[in-house]
């Protein structure tokens, strides 16, 4: 690359592999992805790892800790890469930040010093968080909420691409953010590399589209994907994580890293595209409506597939925002039966639980084997008929701001054991806080955000 | 459902496409991915809004939404207020609603018996 122009090294492809698709996902991806990257010439490297309610955990731990509040398993995603990474100048781009991004910062530079790696030139994004007392204000009030300002855990906007894009530009080696869009840890690198113009909206539109198809990890290379007998996919043991390749011209193609097990085609393509996406002509991000409704999706060669006819229109006007908060306990308690009329056994013992505290609090009740993550919480469908089962979980779960109240669901599906149904076995029980989230869009000029280069802070 | 005439019979949606399910709140989004053009065509007559708001008539859509993508041979429904809640709120062990793409999966589909005759679970490889 260092050998071009920035002209025409702005006309080579773009290759972003993309290591994990949640926080919770399989750590070992980024090696083989890392390798193909470095066989290319070179690329950037994602990790996606911040769920809706990811963010709100991390605000718990960093509120326990200052140090804290990152990704847990970042020193597993990038150590085993980074001195790849830096040798082969492979940016990385990450929202592994969480609620602090700081902190995954300074965790990265002990990585590079445990491993006697050069000091990397990190970049952190902040803005997202709207944690201070006016912030919040201003929040609840937008929501309409009465909530205690006590119980929020988190609040966060969705930023965009362009912090990202203006780091990577001044020569980051790794940046790091808390909450953006996903799509935007691909759409900044693109723009970085070919210097697309922010309002270009169909550029835009391909770049956040590239970043969709990556950001669930190998939900587009085979994984969440499988039927047997079906729906094939060889190695899912080994699943290898995707790639998009992406052109000066916003075409791009999506393969997988080299040497891995799993399947990129037509299908697995089409399936992630149209993954949690609404209106197809809209799909709202921070930096653009994207616009899939001319989209085609062909295959190019072995699990490769080259995705076209994207198309953009001007973003949004204002910013998604997303409240988590407090909100009481959530407990769930399950006991099996089995064999000779396991089923009505499992239903009887359900029956009993509700006579006894059903007037406390909501109750659900599944039984698992028969009907359970099909039926609703009422249990209309479950009351429509139940199909024969010999090997059937009882679970009752409910809520309860009061912790005490939440709990009698745990005693009471424990205390199965003797005064229930004959035969239950295998009692388990949690009960774990719950949160809730809010959402709202606040206008651009609420979320002043930014970036900045952080100095290593040695101990 | 219409009786069924002689020249034609009742499928399960998962002979003719596959698809995913996607959550945003209490909204669900389901892909229907036809495996062909011909089911494809069978689909966009047959899935209609109507039809599948009263396959999920249990969890009391608010409304059901189909956006049909020919160039993909695919149709996005989008379910909205299916999910007691979504995420934050449902007490079901699959908050997100992620195995109701298989609730769809199942939904009969009326086929001719010239097509029928070529649908069966049978493993679909990469097109190269």
């Known amino acids: 690359m260092s050998t071009l122009s920035s002209s025409d090294s702005a006309q080579r492809p773009l290759y972003v592999g993309c290591a994990t698709g949640f926080s919770g996902d399989r750590t070992d991806g980024a090696g083989p992805v890392v390798d193909t990257l470095i066989s290319l010439g070179g690329g950037v490297l994602n990790f996606e790892t911040l769920a809706e309610r990811t963010l709100a955990l991390a605000q718990i731990e960093k509120r326990k800790d200052p140090k804290m509040g990152y990704e847990p398993l970042l020193a597993d995603l990038v150590g085993p890469v980074l001195k790849r990474c830096l040798d082969h100048k492979i940016q990385i781009v990450s929202n592994f930040g969480a609620a602090n991004p700081q902190a995954a910062a300074q965790r990265i530079f002990a990585l590079a010093r445990e491993q006697n790696l050069r000091t990397p030139r990190i970049a952190v994004v902040y803005g997202d968080d709207l944690t201070e007392p006016e912030q919040l204000k201003f929040l609840l009030k937008k929501l309409g909420s009465n909530i205690d300002p006590a119980r929020v855990v988190s609040a966060n906007a969705y930023i965009g691409a362009s912090e990202i894009a203006q780091a990577l530009k001044e020569g980051a080696d790794v940046v790091v953010t808390g909450r953006v869009s996903d799509p935007s840890l691909t759409l900044g690198p693109a723009i970085a590399h070919f210097g697309w113009a922010m309002d270009d909206w169909h550029k835009m539109g391909c770049g956040t589209m590239a970043g969709h198809m990556l950001e669930c990890g190998t939900q587009v290379s085979g994984g969440y994907y499988s039927v047997p007998g079906q729906k094939s996919v060889p190695g899912m043991d080994r699943i290898g994580f995707p790639i998009a390749e992406i052109r000066a011209d916003g075409t791009f193609s999506v393969f997988k890293a080299r040497d891995t097990g799993g399947l990129v085609d037509d299908r697995t393509g089409r399936e992630q595209i149209l993954y949690e996406v609404h209106d197809p002509a809209r799909y709202l991000t921070p930096d653009v409506t994207a616009d899939i409704t001319e989209a085609s999706i062909t295959q190019e060669g072995p699990d490769r597939i080259r995705i076209e006819g994207i198309q953009g229109h001007p973003k949004p006007a204002e910013l998604k925002v997303n409240v988590c908060y407090d909100n009481g306990y959530l407990a769930e308690a399950e006991i099996s039966y089995a064999g000779f009329r396991a089923r009505e056994r499992a239903a009887l013992a359900g029956e009993t639980v509700r006579k006894r505290i059903g007037h406390l609090l909501p109750l659900r009740v599944d039984l698992i084997g028969a009907i359970s993550i099909f039926g609703d919480d009422a249990g209309e469908l479950m009351s429509k008929g139940l199909p024969e089962s010999r090997d059937v979980r009882l679970r009752v779960a409910g809520v309860h701001i009061d912790k005490a109240i939440a709990e009698k669901i745990l005693r009471e599906v424990t205390s199965l054991y003797c005064c229930g149904p004959a035969g239950g076995g295998g009692v388990r029980t949690s009960l774990r806080p719950r949160l809730d989230t809010l959402s709202c869009t606040i206008p651009r000029e609420s979320v002043p955000c930014g970036y900045s280069f952080v100095e290593e802070q040695r101990a | ?128």
């Not at chain 2, 995420?87 to 609603?97: Q, S």
Request: charged share 20%.
């Open chain 2, 1 to 128: 459902m219409n009786a069924t005439s002689p020249s034609t019979t009742q499928l399960p949606l998962y002979l003719l496409a596959h698809g995913r399910a996607g959550d945003k709140g209490n909204t669900s989004n389901i892909s229907v991915i036809a495996w062909d053009q011909a089911c494809f065509d069978v689909l966009v007559a047959q899935a209609t809004e109507e039809k599948v708001a009263e396959w999920f008539g249990y969890r009391h859509p608010n409304k059901v939404t189909r956006y049909v993508l020919p160039k993909l041979k695919a149709m996005n429904f989008v379910l909205e207020g299916i999910l007691d809640g979504g995420v934050n709120d449902a007490l079901n062990l699959d908050t997100h609603g992620k195995g109701l793409s298989f609730w769809m999966m199942d939904m009969p589909i009326e086929v001719s018996q010239d097509l029928a005759q070529t649908l069966t679970i049978k493993e679909y490889a990469q097109s190269v």
